[in-house]
């Protein structure tokens, strides 16, 4: 039996070659995010070439997410060995290009001056540096205090976790960046800095007015996502608990809380649910783990999220299969040991459109728990079964086919999912029969299994699944 949870593999400068590709696949990877945070559009097309071949070549289906920057807020360049500010000693943040304060950092987001207030909030380096907010002219500079002092190096980030910046949660740079991920067929948009519904919508209308097919993720990292998470996980098609900023935003100790409560809220409305950030960081250097790193990773399994991700750990890390290959062991053993992660059943909302649909979902998966059935099996063009099959945890693996080809790569992120291309549809009894015979020649199912088939009648017709069956393989 495959794993259930799923693997989000970073691609980098670790991971561009075909051989440690093919590896990290056969290992466990599901799903390869291309971070445009880094790296030229001709880098992330190569890189997204690359993947389907080897795609190809194995006969899998990844799926590719492209992850938006955002307006994550970086200060300028400073001297190359940094520059100490000392507790207590006056900072400033300025828009000017040539000033005459010594102890100075160029910001490049023209709202701040204007949108923070005396007694603020700055941080910078993930939270490493704590400043306080004495003044700002309202126009280009602020003047700070520093609190907890360090080393600042450049590039560096800047949080203002009490600040409500106005300006736009995608960029420019985004809406380049969004065109070129669009033209390549990604499956998956990651949305960084969400923080509303509303900003879902709009991302909705470029990616449709680009004609485009990509699924969105909103990245959770500002404490307004975390308020407006109903609203934004009804717009959303899948959801990213992103810790780092988000630890940096919301004070840390909320955060296990808070990844609790979104992974909860996600399985509820059937939305796939990614834990990303600094989960294997140690590996980045060393062949094993720390054992709070283990904890991390499946404390994050047992809590049901569809996928793990991981970040430098493949991208720049210097063991980027041998941190898939722990992180599958970890995935593999709590899957195996631990019953509560399984059968999570959400009862059909009456009078909605998908109500017959969400009824036989329902029923598939409480009827697999009852009589132990070794798969689920759905025939799906739009995928809304499988989201929903999922959702509930069912303990039986889940086939899905699908005529659908860019459906098998997106649906690689949803939890215990395994996908399969199908596009014969003669007969109802004809295809279930057929697509039995195929998973018992591929060894998925054998002689005396009970499985459960739900497809929508008529079968040619791609509407909503309105039927469920079990039998016995033969």
Known sequence: MSKRTKIVATIGPSTSSPDILKSMINEGVNVFRVNFSHGSHSDHI??????????????????????????????????????????????????????????????????????????????????????????????????????????????????????????????????????????????????????????????????????????????????????????????????MVARGDLGVEIPLEMVPLVQKRIVNLAKHMAKPVIIATQMMESMMENITPNRAEVNDVANAVMDGADAVMLSGETSVGKHPVDVIKIMSRIINEVESQYDNIYVKETLPEKNNDRFITDSICFNVCRLAQRVEAKAIITMTHSGYTAYKISSQRPKSEIFVFSSNKKLLSTLSLVWGVSTFYYDKTISTDHTIADIMHLLKEDEYVESGDLIINTASIPLGENGKTNMLKLSYIE
């Open 46 to 239: 190569k890189a997204i070439a690359e993947i389907r071949k080897v795609d190809n070549e194995l006969g899998t289906h990844s799926a590719i997410l492209a992850d938006l920057q955002g307006p994550k807020i970086r200060i300028g360049e400073m001297p190359d060995d940094g520059l100490l500010l000392e507790n207590n000693a006056e900072f400033y943040l300025t828009t000017l290009a040539e000033h005459s304060y010594k102890n100075a950092a160029q910001i490049f987001i023209d709202r701040i001056p204007k949108d923070v207030k005396p007694g603020e909030k700055v941080l910078l380096d993930d939270g490493k540096i704590h400043l306080e907010v004495l003044e700002t002219n309202l126009i280009d500079t602020v003047k700070t205090k520093v609190i907890a002092g360090g080393v600042l190096f450049s590039k560096k980030g800047l949080n203002l976790p009490e600040t409500n910046i106005s300006i736009s949660s995608l960029t420019n740079k985004d809406r380049e960046d969004l065109i070129v991920a669009l033209e390549q067929k990604v499956d998956w948009i990651g949305f960084s800095f969400v923080r509303s519904a509303r900003e879902v919508i709009e991302l909705r209308h470029l990616i449709n007015g680009h004609k485009g097919a990509a699924k969105i993720i909103a990245k959770i990292e500002k404490p307004e996502a975390v308020n407006d998470l109903k609203g934004i996980l009804s717009e959303t098609d899948a959801v």
